[in-house]
């Protein structure tokens, strides 16, 4: 099975930056697309930045010129750059993998607080 562990959530003030990390047990990264969500306090999942295995990114508007998805993909990690944080960017960041056959895995998340 491929369980994403997710680290190095904490808490920064605003403007500040973090960078979040997804460790797979994978090598296969080059294949599958790696997404990152975040859950606000009493809100849905939503998805802010994907790569694919061809290394295509994308990212969800209000994260768009402030985060960065990466990947060392002989390492199996995935990395979510955040810069510029704001106050609603803060809560749970999940890690997940999809692979070419639909599956996907869901890491247990890191917390993110970005307050004053």
């Known amino acids: 099975q491929l369980q994403p562990v997710e680290s190095g959530g904490g808490v920064v003030q605003p403007g500040g930056s973090l960078r979040l990390t997804c460790a797979t047990s994978?090598?296969?990264?080059?294949?599958?697309?790696v997404r990152w969500y975040h859950q606000a306090p009493d809100k849905e999942r939503e998805l802010v930045a994907s790569?694919?295995?061809?290394?295509?990114?994308d990212y969800a508007d209000a994260v768009k010129g402030r985060f960065a998805i990466s990947r060392d993909a002989s390492a199996g990690t995935s990395y979510l750059e955040m810069n510029n944080l704001k106050p609603e960017d803060t809560g749970v960041y999940y890690c997940?993998?999809?692979?070419?056959?639909?599956?996907?895995?869901w890491g247990k998340g890191t917390l993110v607080t970005v307050s004053s």
């Open positions: 997940n993998i999809l692979r070419v056959d639909g599956t996907d895995f």
């Open positions: 790569q694919t295995g061809g290394g295509g990114r």
């Open positions: 994978t090598t296969l990264l080059k294949i599958y697309t």
